[in-house]
């Protein structure tokens, strides 16, 4: 499985998205309701397999912070931060319509 790395990575306050530049060139836009809708720690998603969207009324982002060299982490403005979103979560989760019709990023 191709390890998927970003070379940058922005929050785009002004259109509520994180952007995500990836090492291939691809840019993915995540909505923020996306990305806390998806988070991944168990709280969340409970200890079952398959990823489930959570519906969040009106997410904000109050911080990105680098999880060693294979994630990163969101802190909200709701205090949750449990989330460790690596790179290939991140990647799998591409709402572009390119990796939607692969059926994966």
């Known amino acids: 499985m191709a390890r998927h790395v970003p070379v ?3 929050h785009i306050r002004e259109k509520g998205v994180v952007r995500i530049t990836w090492e291939d060139g691809h840019v993915g836009d995540y909505t923020l ?5 998806y988070c991944p720690c168990a709280l969340c998603q409970g200890h079952g397999g398959e990823s489930k969207l959570i519906e969040v009324p009106d997410p904000k982002l109050a911080k ?4 060693g060299n294979y994630a990163i982490q969101f802190t909200w403005d709701d205090g949750h931060n ?5 790179f290939d979560y991140l990647r799998s989760l591409c709402p ?7 059926g994966s990023g």
Do not use: P
């Open 82 to 86: 449990t989330g460790i979103y690596t």
């Open 64 to 67: 990105i912070s680098a999880v």
């Open 96 to 102: 572009c319509l390119e990796c939607k019709e692969k």
């Open 8 to 10: 940058e990575i922005n």
């Open 33 to 37: 309701g996306y990305l806390r809708g």
